[in-house]
């Protein structure tokens, strides 16, 4: 699912944030971004992917005009859908 509402986004994607430590950076920019801090001429964009289980399994999201941040994407297909490669109902997540 993608997402520009950051308390969306919170809500499913927190406790996957939490998890590890490898996910510090993005868990201090979500907050950035949940606090309504500014970072470019763009809203922030959000995503998360949640396998047959239901489970959240990975999570991305961009802070223009900074590069996307991802956790979570072994599924080489499953990222490039992310950034471009899939349906046309994607967003690209382009500077």
Do not use: H, K
Request: net charge negative.
């Amino acid at each position: 699912m993608i997402t520009r509402n950051p308390d969306e986004f919170g809500e499913r994607a927190w406790e996957f944030l939490q998890a590890g430590v490898e996910r510090n950076v993005l868990a201090t920019v979500f907050q950035g971004a949940r606090q309504a801090q500014a970072f470019g001429p763009r809203p922030p964009l959000f995503a998360f992917y949640t396998g047959p289980d239901g489970q959240l399994t990975a999570m991305a999201l961009r802070t223009p005009p900074w590069p996307l941040l991802a956790a979570g994407f072994e599924d080489s297909d499953l990222a490039a859908e992310l950034v471009g490669g899939g349906p046309s109902t994607t967003p690209r997540c382009r500077g």
